[in-house]
């Protein structure tokens, strides 16, 4: 079967949610999109064999993190190995990125947000974003619920660990929500081409022993 090298693969399986999506000339020709927990492993291969053609594409872009230990290094093995076998380009980009973009590009009327993500340990991942031109204006962090809430500066919070903010202060505007691979469609260039290595916020929870743990 001919790979088209004009689609681009995006694998997300950074959070809860397992997604992908096809895109190609400026469009999202497919997607899918589960709340699976900790089954990314068992949902993300046939999930990309349910997609037009089984998912060939020309170029695979894949979520490094922040998020899951486990779900970012099961995306990024995935995205390798089909790299490797399609001989197709490979790039990642950052779960806080995609949200920001994918917000931002719904809501006009945000000039700018905070991303926070669930980061265990009892903390938070946290990065914000600017609307135009779309920027990183604070660099992700890993931060109690009660050093993010004071960091946030009245932004509107958005992501997967909001209820942790909430839960101190209810008035906040905050919006739930978990990274879908189709979202990629809003990422400019340079946020869709950081390299294919975990991007893990903090040090990882699982350790090899006596060794160093290795980039996926």
């Known amino acids: 079967m001919v790979i088209r090298a004009s689609r681009t693969l995006v694998i997300e399986t950074a959070t809860a949610a397992c997604s992908?999506?096809?895109?190609?000339?400026?469009?999202?020709?497919a997607a899918l999109h589960e709340i699976v927990g900790r089954g990314h492993?068992?949902?993300?291969?046939?999930?990309?064999?349910?997609?037009?053609?089984g998912g060939r594409a020309g170029h695979i872009l894949v979520?490094?993190?922040?998020?899951?230990?486990?779900?970012?290094?099961?995306g990024l093995a995935a995205a390798k190995g089909l790299a490797l076998g399609w001989q197709a380009g490979l790039a990642g980009y950052s779960s806080t990125a995609l949200i920001a973009s994918a917000a931002l590009t719904a809501d006009p009327a945000l000039a700018?947000?905070?991303?926070?993500?669930?980061g265990?340990?009892?903390?938070?991942?946290?990065?914000?974003?600017?609307?135009?031109?779309?920027?990183?204006?604070?660099?992700?962090?890993?931060?109690?619920?009660?050093?993010?809430?004071?960091?946030?500066?009245?932004?509107?919070?958005?992501?997967?660990?909001?209820?942790?903010?909430?839960?101190?202060?209810?008035?906040?505007?905050?919006?739930?929500?978990?990274?879908?691979?189709?979202g990629a469609i809003a990422l400019p260039p340079p946020f869709a081409a950081l390299p294919p290595r975990p991007l893990y916020g903090r040090a990882p929870d699982a350790k090899i022993p006596g060794a160093k743990i290795p980039d996926a």
């Open 120 to 182: 265990g340990h009892g903390e938070v991942f946290m990065a914000s974003y600017a609307a135009s031109p779309f920027a990183e204006t604070r660099a992700l962090r890993s931060l109690k619920p009660e050093a993010a809430l004071a960091a946030l500066g009245g932004l509107t919070a958005i992501g997967n660990g909001v209820r942790f903010l909430t839960a101190l202060d209810p008035t906040i505007d905050a919006r739930e929500t978990l990274p879908e691979a189709a």
């Open 112 to 118: 700018a947000l905070a991303v926070v993500l669930e």
């Open 63 to 74: 979520d490094i993190g922040p998020g899951s230990f486990t779900g970012v290094r099961v």
């Open 20 to 29: 992908v999506a096809l895109i190609e000339q400026g469009r999202v020709v």
């Open 41 to 53: 492993a068992e949902r993300l291969v046939p999930m990309i064999a349910e997609l037009p053609e």
